[in-house]
């Protein structure tokens, strides 16, 4: 019945009259190759994920479908994935359907999606798109002073691949009531919501107090708790940042204990900073909101119209009978020589949780225009690090050639002798050709054997695993 209720709602999309605003993208994705820690030859496979927008005066339609092939039955599926309508009007804001909701800056509720990201598990090896949405209904309204909202759904579980039962998908339903009010240039929020699954049925409230103090200061601070449940939890999250002229000065504090909420739709600030770095990104402290507390403070000083210089320092404890904590300091200058753009990074940390006893980082990035259109960039990373009285090394070295953003054709070569990787050395070589038709087309071609492992986007953390072959990518826009 949802299907053909899905096919015949996007028939009349598509049928749409000449008045009214359609588009769409799609992203499809060939591979031919093999995860080299499974024990499978190389095979073929094909995902794709298709969206289309349809925008009538002030009414939004989001529609979707996602689907993966392979040699492999149990694995393919054709999912019908997501169809959301939004209407806005004074004030007023309507969802019905499939759509995101943040509450508490996650605290208690993070719906996401992560642009461009397949993700595979070695478990199900059905690949899927990266997201978590929520499927149900929402209102709201707004005025200068107050907000108030009510939501209710069932919440994607990305963990549990398309070819589940849809009631494993979605086995967590909420029902959230917020509101907001602002007094003197402050904002007093509060929400109420209820969770229910096949476990258990729990109440949880959360408060927030957001201003600006000064021009220069304002802040933000949440509490919330679970409220008559058999095991107590509650979440702290405070933020205050001071910018003045050419330095500014951030620090932010979490306490977070036994406040994972059903399969863990939550996403409350990590206080680790993301990098973009592939030695750093790779080695992110994912948070842990069972049991973590800890600060981050991080400063910047704009030293000239094209030099940046910011530091960072970050303290994580988790406590399973004895407290382990993990400890970052980061430093990084950003710069220009001549027409050249620079960066230059430094990074020194320990990670009792992975093993990981003084963490060396390093490296730089160089961006070297030439001619009129072209240029060279240069990534050079090394990261070393104890662990059971071994050292342990990391390598990467990249050079990419770029032609008017529409061409860029690089090399990518990483080393490793981690003893969890491998119990040799280990080299991945690849090679990645991206061609920018148009404003509406590019393609990748990737060759060669990628390195997987942990990789974080806009504060959320997922596996990418090994791959050695060939593949295709395709992203449109229509």
């Known amino acids: 019945m949802r299907q053909i209720l899905y ?24 591979q031919y190759g093999q995860l080299p820690t ?31 092939v392979s040699p492999y039955s149990e694995r393919n599926y054709i999912e019908p994935g997501w169809l959301g309508f939004n209407y806005r009007n004074k004030g007023w804001e309507f969802k019905a359907g499939n759509f995101n909701e943040t509450i508490g800056r996650g605290i208690l509720l993070r719906s996401y999606e992560i642009y461009g ?10 690949k899927q798109y990266f997201y978590r949405d929520i499927m149900g209904a929402s209102a709201g309204y707004r005025h200068k002073k107050f907000a108030i909202k009510a939501t209710y759904g069932f919440v994607l579980n990305n963990l549990v691949p398309p070819t589940d039962k849809w009631q494993n998908r979605r086995d967590d339903e909420i029902a959230a009531l917020s509101g907001e009010y602002k007094l003197f240039k402050q904002t007093i929020a509060g929400t109420f919501m209820r969770l229910s699954n096949s476990a258990a049925t ?15 200061l304002n802040y933000y601070t949440a509490y919330a708790s679970t409220v008559n449940a058999d095991s107590e939890g509650h979440a702290i999250y405070a933020s205050l940042n001071f910018s003045l002229g050419k330095f500014g000065l951030s620090a932010e504090w979490k306490d977070y204990d036994n406040f994972v909420i059903g399969s863990g739709i939550n996403e409350p600030p990590a206080l680790v900073k993301e990098h973009s770095y592939r030695v750093l990104n790779r080695s992110t402290h994912v948070l842990q909101p069972d049991n973590e507390n800890g600060i981050q403070l991080e400063a910047f000083y704009q030293a000239s119209d094209k030099t940046l210089i910011t530091i960072n320092h970050t303290i994580a404890n988790n406590d399973f009978g004895s407290t382990l904590k993990y400890r970052e300091w980061f430093g990084e200058l950003s710069t220009s020589i001549k027409s050249s753009d620079l960066k230059l990074f430094f990074d020194y940390a320990n990670d009792p949780l992975k093993g990981e006893e003084d963490r060396i980082s390093a490296g730089s990035n160089i961006d070297i225009p030439f001619k009129t259109k072209q240029g060279f960039l240069i990534e050079l990373e090394y990261q070393t690090f104890d662990r059971t009285d071994k050292s342990n090394q990391n390598y990467v070295g990249a050079l990419t050639y770029r032609y008017d953003s529409r061409i860029f054709i690089g090399a990518l070569s990483e080393w490793s002798n981690d003893n969890f990787i491998s119990n040799d050395d280990k080299l991945w070589m690849s090679g990645t050709v991206r061609y920018k038709l148009n404003d509406k087309h590019t393609v990748q071609l990737f060759a060669g054997e990628r390195r997987g492992g942990p990789a974080c ?15 295709l990518r395709w992203n449109a826009r229509f």
């Open 7 to 30: 096919s015949g709602i996007l028939f009349l999309l598509l049928s749409g009259e000449a008045f009214a605003q359609l588009s769409g993208t799609s992203l499809m994705e060939y």
């Open 38 to 68: 499974a024990n499978e030859e190389s095979f073929n496979a094909l995902y794709n994920k298709i969206n289309i927008n349809y925008r009538y005066q002030k009414l939004k339609v989001k529609a979707g479908f996602q689907y993966f």
């Open 117 to 126: 990201a397949v993700i595979e598990d070695i478990s199900f090896r059905s």
């Open 202 to 216: 729990t109440d949880y409230a959360l408060g927030s107090l957001n201003g600006r103090i000064f021009p220069f």
């Open 457 to 471: 986007s806009a504060g959320v953390c997922y596996e990418v695993l090994d791959f050695k072959g060939l593949e």
